[in-house]
């Protein structure tokens, strides 16, 4: 395929590059805009928040102080946290790629008995939903509270993106291809798991993707359930270094509240570079899927 | 259809499993033969055991590990068996905490009940009266008896006290805010020639205001401040006046400061450092409540001919430049970071107090200013409706066995020695171990590394403490920036609080009180707001819009909002 | 990309029915299962919609009012405007919000330098990652009244804009920081629904000399259109469905009367500290079923001028 490609690409018209090179321009311009606020942050996860507020800082830092990073790293919690939200990404994306890859699939086939009751299955719940009081009580009842699973069951299953794998399958996935395999007399089982599954790199990683960031980010599940510290998951952790200043729990002098305030300030930017620098770095690692995208012809 | 069924069977099992009771576990002891002793200790004669749970501030430590409670065990025979949450955790998952009736505790700490809660979960009998065990409650009944006050706030609708108040008296949240002003900025001003009114030309001088040179931390002496406009003396600034000050420090920013200059800024609307004195100069006995007791009447102050008069006032200062329009909109953060930076920009501001605000080596260019004078003539403040007493803080739930005896070790929060560590910290950690020469607890040195709020945050549980007005004389020496605060206020504030207005007390409401306050409220509060603060961007209301206004919020039944407010405080005196 | 599955019957699929098909069943089961525990078991919450709801006495014991909390909503001076600032924010931000990630990745796909897409593409992604709250703080910064923005507009000879103040700004800067930060990971999923797209077809086209762009709506497009379809829809029936939190932070007093929403309305309703759940409720159900109503319309417009459908 690649040899092919190389060989053609003198052909391309004169047209074709200068679309080529204002495709580059405009991403170019796009990424200095998304750019810049992201500067902003890393500057100012090192600078002076007073000097931040005020407006004196916008291209440089006015000092490199690393403060901030050594109040975050110098929390013991943070570890916990980085260990506990590995598991529960890694663990809980396992669980929910079981659950929505088959099932995205089969929901794919017009040949699925009860299609349409199913798929109205699915829909209400995207909908109507009981709300936090009985969903707690339902936790409880299982037992989860404040345990290592309640942050890896619950949300096995996003219905969103179990369409998004249907529209993939249906758009990717030809007549003909399932004919070829049920010809040599593979069941669906088969076909999914020798035909289908390989051809679905993209979607797969995809869903990696999805979930793992989705986990990764989250905190309201663990906000409400997990109570022991040792469980805590990164977001939590970071988030109660940043909580300050609530009047109920008061300080003793002026300068300390303000102190507080001010290192929450530092904080509040290297937190989220703290928590999302390894989370983007998976990206690239996801993206070679899409390179490999899928061999249609592979049975002609 | 056979599958709805078939879901609707188990959410009946799942909803049937998750109310089921536990069955309690063996015969429970009496309190004889606990060798229960409602004075001395211990407590019990064999150690008993009561879970509570509790939200706890991220900084502190798990109560189990506190020092404070460990000396309580030793010295009580009392286990408690604390259940931390983050106070976030506890806010969301409260109600659902107490409906669990498998896993539910026997007290809650730090409970926050509303007189909502109260009155519903008594009703239901989730908890108990604790009025009727006074008797094991030596240090509450006795404040009960010396504090009618208290009584009467904590006593729900039914007659009977269901949970316990915390009480901390300094005499300062009354009086958020104090105006300050960069005395140095307006001498200069004045020595320049800078400052003329209505074509004349003005000289100010502001003098003193900064503590003496030898003002200590046990006596804090202050210098009288001394402000004269044109050579005499005066009492507090007039508009007029304040707004020439203002207008100068706008023009001449450039010869004062290097950084973009403030001449008047505040907080709209924050818990403290709002614009209630402001509208007091015009007759407001405002809070950002906008609901005040005058001569014994509910008033709300947001309909009141005055407080039109002084949104269309400050709308012009605002279109003037001299209060900024970040009032409307900054956060306390924003607004605080605004006194540091790399050079002074503030003229004037409101806040709390003036170290939280202004970087340490500008402090002493900022003083303190008595209120200013209204075109009435009229020099007041309001009062906010900021509570010393608050309630719902412990209660005690129906399954709870022997309540007595945890009463009996809750009761001894009450005792002022007591308070003071559970406020501050234990001795030996926030306090010397030895009283001072008055007989009072004095706090210790921060060891370094840790600033004092860390200090306290870490060792302190707070929450249940009866730290009434005497305890400051008999107990503790009240911490240095609050008595600092208290001095201020005495000198620059209080005198000056309009008559026959008072605070609306922490009133216990019915439920229909409630319900009525609560579904009229929201909409009020929001529509006051958003059009005050219209107001104040687009230069002021004409009287046809302010009649609409107050139109519409009597349509908004604000009569029966202030009504129920008012059947509750008659009832409350 | 050959036809759809749903036209095309050959012998082997004109076998439809259970006892054929079941194991497709059992790969949905797991799916089935999971949703049956953890959604439709609470689902008896919806009741407190029609409940004077008591948290001391629970769902089970709670008193119904029948349809007082809906009335009570309908007739709240607040109505209409809420339902229209939550419209007009959910919409506008729609039209801009939703062709701009298919752009993107169309345009992205053209590149053929992996690195460089790779580049872009993280950049892009990395928006996403930012808490609300943060966001917002650095929107403040920008847009204040001190801002960079502003500066800039101060340069220019401009008056200072109070963006946060005035209530035209609030849908701008709302629907352009979500743009800022959704568009990227948002077109993660068209990028790769175009990896499956056959180079050969490329190859085939530019033989027959079709133009990048020609390429682009010949090919391309049509590879993504299912997706673009159900996203599309999906989108569409969460129009009503604009969270508070971001709002929230968003919101000043005299902007209130863009910015103040369904969902910022009901959070309010829980700060007085007497939530009412009830209410609450009341508001959240009749915002489903209109986004309900959205869907099936959606779903059937789609159905009309389409193929692709979500049923």
């Known amino acids: 395929m690649v040899n092919v490609k190389r060989k053609k690409s003198n052909m391309e018209s004169r047209g074709d590059k200068y679309f080529h090179i204002g495709v580059i321009i405009l991403m170019t311009l796009f990424a200095l805009i998304v750019l810049y606020p992201l500067w902003f942050m890393v500057i100012a996860s090192v600078s002076n928040p007073d000097s931040v507020l005020n407006g004196e800082v916008w291209l440089w830092p006015d000092t490199i102080d690393f403060s901030g990073y050594v109040k975050i790293f110098n929390d013991p919690a943070i570890w916990t946290g980085y260990k506990n939200t590995i598991l529960y990404t890694v663990i809980g994306t396992t669980l929910n790629i079981i659950l929505t890859i088959p099932a995205g699939y089969a929901l794919s086939r017009p040949n699925l008995p009860y299609r349409k009751y199913i798929m109205w299955f699915f829909i209400i719940t995207m909908f109507f939903g009981g709300g936090l009081i009985p969903f707690y009580f339902l936790i409880s009842s299982l037992g989860l509270i404040d345990s290592f699973w309640v942050l890896i069951i619950p949300q096995g299953l996003s219905v969103w993106n179990m369409f998004m794998v249907k529209a993939y399958y249906e758009s990717n996935v030809s007549l003909e291809l399932i004919e070829a395999a049920q010809m040599d007399g593979a069941n669906q089982f088969r076909t999914f798991w020798s035909v289908i599954l390989p051809i679905s790199k993209p979607i797969i990683a995809v869903m990696i993707l999805f979930y793992a960031v989705g986990r990764w980010n989250s905190y309201f599940d663990a906000m409400v359930f997990i109570r022991s510290e040792n469980l805590y998951p990164l977001q939590i952790v970071l988030r109660n270094i940043l909580i300050v200043n609530d009047n109920a729990s008061g300080g003793i002098t002026g300068e300390d509240i303000y102190e507080r305030l001010r290192l929450a300030n530092q904080i509040k930017y290297g937190v989220i570079i703290v928590s999302s620098l390894p989370i983007i770095m998976i990206y690239p690692l996801v993206q070679r899927f899409f390179k490999e995208g899928f061999l249609v012809g592979s049975f002609k | 259809m056979k599958k709805w069924f078939s879901f609707i069977t188990v959410a009946l099992l799942a909803t049937g499993l998750a109310a089921c009771n536990s069955t309690p576990s063996g015969p429970t002891k009496t309190l004889d033969e606990l060798g229960y002793n409602v004075n001395g200790l211990p407590i019990v004669t064999e150690e008993v055991e009561y879970t509570i749970i509790s939200p706890k501030n991220a900084l502190a430590l798990d109560y189990n590990d506190m020092d404070i409670f460990k000396t309580m065990f030793e010295d009580t025979n009392v286990k408690i068996n604390w259940n931390n949450l983050s106070e976030e955790t506890f806010q969301t998952t409260k109600q659902m905490i107490i409906q669990d009736t498998r896993n539910l505790p026997d007290a809650m700490y730090h409970a926050g009940f509303s007189d909502r809660d109260i009155i519903q979960y008594s009703a239901a009998g989730t908890i108990i009266a604790l009025d009727e065990y006074l008797d094991n409650m030596p240090n509450f009944k006795r404040i009960l008896d010396a504090r009618p006050d208290i009584k009467k706030v904590i006593t729900a609708p039914d007659g009977h006290i269901y949970a316990l108040p915390r009480v901390e008296e300094m005499g300062l949240l009354q009086h958020p805010n104090i105006l300050f002003i960069n005395k140095e900025w307006v001498n200069y001003l004045s020595d320049n020639s800078l400052l003329s009114l209505n074509g004349q030309p003005m000289t100010v001088s502001i003098e003193g205001g900064n503590l003496e040179a030898t003002s200590t931390e046990a006596d804090i002496q202050l210098k009288p401040l001394t402000i004269k406009v044109n050579n005499q003396v005066v009492n507090g600034f007039t508009f007029e006046q304040y707004e020439v000050i203002l207008k100068a420090m706008k023009d001449n920013a450039s010869l004062l400061t290097s950084a973009n200059l403030i001449p008047l800024t505040f907080r709209f609307g924050g818990w403290q450092g709002n614009q209630s004195d402001l509208y007091a100069a015009f007759g407001v006995p405002e809070n950002i409540d906008h609901l005040t007791v005058l001569n014994n009447e509910v008033t709300f102050t947001a309909v009141m001919e005055q407080y039109k008069q002084a949104t269309n006032f400050f709308a012009g200062w605002i279109e003037d430049g001299l209060i900024e329009k970040d009032v409307l909109t900054q956060g306390e953060f924003d607004f605080l970071a605004k006194g540091k930076g790399t050079a002074p920009r503030l003229g004037s501001f409101y806040w709390w107090e003036k170290e939280t605000v202004i970087k340490p080596e500008w402090q002493d260019q900022y003083v303190a200013l008595p209120p200013l004078i209204g075109p009435n003539g009229q020099q007041a403040v309001g009062v906010s409706n900021n509570q010393e007493i608050s309630k719902g803080n412990f209660v005690v739930f129906s399954k709870a066995q022997n309540p007595e005896i945890l009463l009996t070790w809750i009761d001894r929060f009450y005792d002022p020695t007591i308070s003071a560590q559970i406020n501050y910290g234990p001795i030996g950690i926030a306090y010397e171990e030895e009283l001072n020469a008055d007989g009072l607890l004095v706090q210790k040195p921060i060891p370094s590394g840790m600033t004092a709020d860390e200090l306290r945050l870490k060792n302190a549980p707070m929450g249940v403490i009866y730290l009434s007005y005497e305890q400051w004389a008999e107990t503790l020496v009240m911490e240095y920036r609050a008595r600092l605060r208290l001095e201020l206020l005495d000198v620059y504030i209080k005198p000056y609080v309009m008559e026959n207005v008072q605070q609306l007390p922490n009133v216990s409401f019915t439920l229909s009180e409630m319900n009525t306050i609560n579904r009229y409220g929201t909409d009020i509060y929001s529509y006051v707001y958003q059009s005050t603060t219209g107001w104040l961007l687009e230069g002021g209301v004409s009287d046809s819009a302010w009649n609409t206004y107050v139109n519409k919020l009597n349509q908004m039944k604000l009569n029966d909002m202030v009504e129920a407010y008012q059947t509750a405080y008659d009832r409350y005196e | ?311």
Do not use: C
């Open chain 3, 1 to 311: 990309m050959t036809e759809t599955l749903k036209n095309k019957k050959t012998k082997s699929y004109t076998q439809y029915g259970v006892k054929r098909n079941w194991q497709l069943l059992a790969m949905l089961s797991g799916a089935i299962v999971f949703t049956a525990v953890f959604a439709y078991i609470p689902m008896y919450g919806v009741l407190i919609a029609f409940q004077e709801y008591n948290p001391a006495l629970g769902i089970g014991g709670s008193p119904y009012i029948g349809l007082d909390n809906f009335t009570r909503f309908f007739e709240s001076y607040q109505f209409s405007n809420l339902m229209i600032n939550t419209f007009l924010v959910s919409f506008l931000g729609f039209i801009i919000g939703f062709p701009l990630p298919i752009i993107i990745a169309l345009l992205l796909n053209t590149l053929r330098s992996t690195r460089m897409k790779g580049i872009f593409q993280t950049i892009f992604n990395a928006p996403h990652f930012i808490s609300v709250v943060v966001l917002v703080g650095m929107l403040f910064l920008f847009f204040g009244e001190y801002g960079l923005i502003n500066s800039l507009v101060l340069q220019f000879g401009g008056e200072r804009i109070s963006f946060f103040l005035e209530s035209d700004w609030f849908r701008p800067l709302f629907i352009g920081s979500g743009n800022w930060q959704e568009t990227g990971w948002s077109s993660i999923i068209y990028l790769a629904a175009l990896a499956g797209v056959d180079p050969q077809l490329h190859e085939a086209a530019k033989i027959d000399g079709a133009s990048r762009f020609k390429r682009i709506l010949h090919i391309d497009f049509p590879a993504i259109f299912p997706t673009i379809s159900i996203i599309l829809i999906l989108s569409v029936g969460s129009l009503l469905s604009v969270g508070y939190e971001k709002v929230l932070l968003m919101q000043t007093g005299t902007n209130l009367s863009t910015s103040e929403i369904i969902s910022t309305y009901v959070y309010k309703i829980g700060l007085t500290g007497f939530t009412e759940p009830g209410y609450a409720a009341a508001i959240g159900l009749f915002n489903s079923l209109i986004n309900v109503v959205l869907l099936i319309i959606a779903n059937y417009s789609a159905k009309k001028f389409s193929e692709n459908s979500l049923w």
